[in-house]
């Protein structure tokens, strides 16, 4: 599969998933991330996140949540915005993600 129909192509069933990703940047200090299926952790430097296009790793200092929409698969970080990469699979594939974890 060639990157042009990775974007067309989500894994998920959930019809409100936005399937376009798009990471955009502004001034290393915002992070806005669309095709976001799941949350899996986050703390102030890192943040794992599964898109729609593969798991998204973002590294920095003092990084917050200000954002997340899952069920339109929005999620906007802010703080000191360092780095960020690709992982190629499935991080956890078959668990569960960080709210499922928190509302047992």
């Given at each position: 599969m060639?990157?042009?129909?990775?974007?067309?192509?989500?894994?998920?069933?959930?019809?409100?998933?936005v399937?376009?990703?798009?990471?955009?940047?502004?001034?290393?200090?915002l992070?806005?991330?669309?095709?976001v299926?799941?949350?899996?952790?986050?703390?102030?430097?890192?943040?794992?996140?599964?898109?729609?296009?593969?798991?998204?790793?973002?590294?920095?200092?003092?990084l917050e949540?200000?954002?997340?929409?899952?069920?339109?698969g929005?999620?906007?970080?802010?703080?000191?915005?360092?780095?960020?990469e690709?992982?190629d699979?499935?991080?956890n594939?078959?668990?569960?993600?960080?709210?499922?974890?928190?509302?047992?």
């Amino acid at each position: 599969m060639n990157i042009y129909e990775k974007e067309s192509y989500t894994r998920s069933t959930n019809h409100n998933l936005v399937a376009h990703h798009q990471v955009t940047v502004k001034d290393r200090k915002l992070m806005e991330i669309t095709g976001v299926k799941k949350l899996h952790s986050f703390d102030s430097e890192t943040f794992i996140i599964d898109t729609t296009l593969g798991q998204l790793r973002i590294y920095g200092q003092n990084l917050e949540m200000n954002n997340i929409e899952l069920d339109k698969g929005e999620l906007t970080i802010s703080g000191f915005i360092q780095n960020h990469e690709y992982q190629d699979g499935d991080y956890n594939a078959n668990g569960k993600g960080i709210f499922s974890k928190l509302f047992k």
